[in-house]
């Protein structure tokens, strides 16, 4: 069974930045895209960024394109989010999600099509 741990949350300043990590425990990590999505309180879990199999494509929520990236290190089991010029509004606890498949889909921005999930990570940002 895969385990997924954040880390890298905190408190940022508007205009700041953050990268958080997802360590990915067990053999399906490297055949498995890997999704990152955010819930702040009150509101739904929503899609921020998703990483194919091998890190040679990926996709991004229009509210984060031009400020956040994906990357992946297979050798690593680690997936990253690389988060610039954050903004008040990306307030949220942030997690890391994993599905067993190889290609992204119009599905991959979807919650409930991923097949595990790490704890989640803070992250505030201040004004």
């Known amino acids: 069974q895969v385990q997924l741990v954040e880390s890298g949350g905190g408190l940022v300043q508007a205009g700041g930045s953050l990268r958080l990590s997802c360590a990915a425990s067990?053999?399906?990590?490297?055949?498995?895209?890997m999704g990152w999505f955010r819930q702040a309180p009150g509101k739904e879990r929503e899609f921020v960024a998703a990483?194919?199999?091998?890190?040679?494509?990926?996709s991004l929520a229009d509210s984060v394109k031009g400020r956040f990236s994906i990357s992946r290190d297979n050798v690593k089991n680690t997936v990253y989010l690389q988060m610039n010029s954050l903004k008040p509004e990306d307030t949220a606890v942030y997690y890391c999600?994993?599905?067993?498949?190889?290609?992204?889909?119009?599905?991959?921005?979807?919650?409930?099509?991923?097949?595990?999930w790490g704890q989640g990570t803070q992250v505030t940002v201040s004004s």
């Open positions: 990483i194919n199999y091998n890190g040679g494509s990926t």
């Open positions: 999600g994993g599905r067993l498949q190889l290609l992204l889909g119009r599905d991959s921005s979807q919650s409930s099509e991923y097949d595990y």
């Open positions: 067990g053999r399906t990590f490297s055949s498995s895209i």
